[in-house]
């Protein structure tokens, strides 16, 4: 499904999920990203079937987010690995993470990102390296980019110095 | 599926993911946050079969992502409109896009985020609001938060002062 999306798009938000698939895939990197690496594990973190995650597994493997490194051959086993790119990942676990903690914790934090040198608590937040400034302020907006085709440049169209939507004021 | 994972966690992405469920989702979200609000534009962009465009979109309605706003009763045609929560969700679309960007775009920038006060380029980091620090550093690392259950304590053991995971040069 996901596969098929993208097969026409360059837009690279449709190209990242392709490469994830669902929110099985999701929590399996959430889950390698805290170290996880046996199938045995995922499967009783997750409660997923093995089926199911065997496919999830591959589907990784495949889309270069995780590498497949044996460790037995009798009986065959092996360590699923985070490529570099699967490791980069985590800025979209933490985005999640976020998301989800200023929206649906209505009972506190049950989750903490820290600071490990002092203790502290992270508080995430997504700026454009240049100007220092929030991205998720109206004054970021999309634009085709130069490799931009037909499709892309009509869907991006010119951008507007103005916000396209209503600004809310919980972002 | 989603649903049923995310009834016994208290992890701020699984319930994150729940209410997403797919990359349908987040592709109409993501159509939504560029100021699409009716069910032809989706549909015609996405090229996504209308009952699961109707399924999708009533699924973020009812997780208080979008609203329903009827603007014609003959025949009944309604706008989508993002909540606040779905508003928020930009940060997370911009993180993909980052992602994305940077690992399946061999062909070059078909998108770009821009500031559209100077019309340059941004770069889109996720730091750490009090230390300046990119949260990608193995010094942040996820540790229990004070309404944490028991299941998400012992999948978040004690934050490592170290990095559990080799540290990759892509991140």
Redesign the interface.
């Known amino acids: 499904?996901?596969a098929a999306?993208s097969k026409?798009s360059?837009?690279?938000?449709?190209?990242?999920?392709?490469?994830?698939?669902?929110?099985?895939s999701?929590?399996i990197l959430?889950d390698a990203?805290?170290?996880v690496t046996r199938f045995d594990d995922f499967q009783t973190?997750?409660?997923i079937a093995p089926s199911m995650l065997t496919r999830r597994l591959n589907a990784l493997v495949e889309a270069?987010l995780m590498e497949r490194r044996p460790y037995s051959t009798h009986p065959p086993r092996a360590d699923y690995?985070?490529?570099?790119?699967g490791?980069?990942?985590?800025?979209?676990?933490?985005?999640?993470?976020?998301?989800?903690?200023?929206?649906?914790?209505p009972?506190?934090?049950?989750?903490?990102?820290?600071?490990?040198?002092?203790g502290?608590e992270?508080?995430?937040?997504?700026?454009?390296?240049?100007?220092g400034?929030p991205?998720?302020q109206p004054?970021?907006?999309?634009?085709?980019?130069?490799?931009?085709?037909a499709q892309?440049r009509q869907?991006?169209v010119a951008?507007?110095?103005q916000p396209?939507?209503?600004?809310?004021?919980?972002?």
Chains 1, 2 share one sequence.
Not at 11 to 17: E, N
Not at 96 to 105: Q, T
Request: glycine residues 10%; charged residues 20%; aromatic residues 8%.
């Open positions: 499904m996901a999306k026409t360059q837009c690279p938000i449709a190209r990242s999920l392709d490469r994830i698939g669902d929110s099985w999701m929590l959430r990203l805290q170290g973190r997750l409660g270069g690995l985070l490529t570099d790119c490791r980069a990942f985590r800025s979209v676990i933490i985005a999640l993470f976020a998301w989800g903690g200023d929206h649906f914790a009972e506190g934090k049950s989750l903490l990102l820290v600071d490990t040198t002092t502290a992270s508080e995430p937040l997504l700026i454009d390296r240049r100007s400034q991205v998720t004054r970021f907006q999309f634009a085709p980019g130069p490799v931009a085709n892309l869907r991006y951008t507007p110095a396209a939507l209503p600004v809310g004021t919980g972002s």
